[in-house]
T-cell receptor, first 112, second 115 residues
Framework: SQKIEQNSEALNIQEGKTATLTCNYTNYSPAYLQWYRQDPGRGPVFLLLIRENEKEKRKERLKVTFDTTLKQSLFHITASQPADSATYLCALNSGGYQKVTFGTGTKLQVIP | NAGVTQTPKFQVLKTGQSMTLQCAQDMNHNSMYWYRQDPGMGLRLIYYSASEGTTDKGEVPNGYNVSRLNKREFSLRLESAAPSQTSVYFC??????????????FGPGTRLTVT
């Protein structure tokens, strides 16, 4: 069956360190993968998109990698700040379908 | 620009009651979506509308109906609410279809409890 897996346990890191979140998928051949941020009580906010033919994408302190062989995307936040504390969702297009499928998200807590 | 707006923010229904969740976007987007979010389940697509005048079922459409009233508005109706429909409902929009990879813009959500 198709699955998108993100660490269900919260990730706690010290301020200033690099946070790395993982998104693994099985039985998908995604054309692209997106990352969203969700704060408590709010809707998700888009952060980055990476396409299947791209290995890496950067935006300010954010970096996303996409390995279609490992079926994995890594999301990095460098020089993390307490304001980065949130839940991060990965989402992928199931190829040929008019929809995006979301993972369950990983909660990140940056400790001052 | 208000982006994506949803009403109401909170709602409590009794089993069997009906209600309509309203969604509007002011970004002139073609595609609109309704999701529900439950703990441990992630966001699941209920219905989507790729363009004005069209609607299609998503992953969990049972118990729901939708109407794409015009390009701006996309409503979700629960005809006979059940406790299993207790959830947070998000409306979203995007400029093009998911095939294009366009980001989705989400509303603030409606927290629905069915007793």
């Amino acid at each position: 069956s198709q699955k998108i897996e993100q660490n269900s346990e919260a990730l706690n890191i010290q301020e200033g360190k690099t946070a790395t979140l993982t998104c693994n998928y099985t039985n998908y051949s995604p054309a692209y993968l997106q990352w969203y941020r969700q704060d408590p009580g709010r809707g998700p906010v888009f952060l980055l998109l990476i396409r299947e033919n791209e290995k890496e994408k950067r935006k300010e302190r954010l970096k996303v990698t996409f390995d279609t062989t490992l079926k994995q995307s890594l999301f990095h936040i460098t020089a993390s700040q307490p304001a980065d504390s949130a839940t991060y969702l990965c989402a992928l297009n199931s190829g040929g379908y008019q929809k995006v499928t979301f993972g369950t998200g990983t909660k990140l807590q940056v400790i001052p | 620009n208000a982006g994506v707006t949803q009403t109401p923010k909170f709602q409590v229904l009794k089993t069997g009651q009906s209600m309509t969740l309203q969604c509007a976007q002011d970004m002139n987007h073609n595609s609109m979506y309704w999701y529900r979010q439950d703990p441990g389940m992630g966001l699941r697509l209920i219905y989507y509308s790729a363009s004005e005048g069209t609607t299609d079922k998503g992953e969990v459409p049972n118990g729901y109906n939708v109407s794409r009233l015009n390009k701006r508005e996309f409503s979700l109706r629960l005809e006979s609410a059940a406790p299993s429909q207790t959830s947070v409902y998000f409306c979203a929009s995007s400029d093009q279809s998911p095939l294009a990879g366009d980001e989705q813009y989400f509303g603030p959500g409606t927290r629905l409890t069915v007793t």
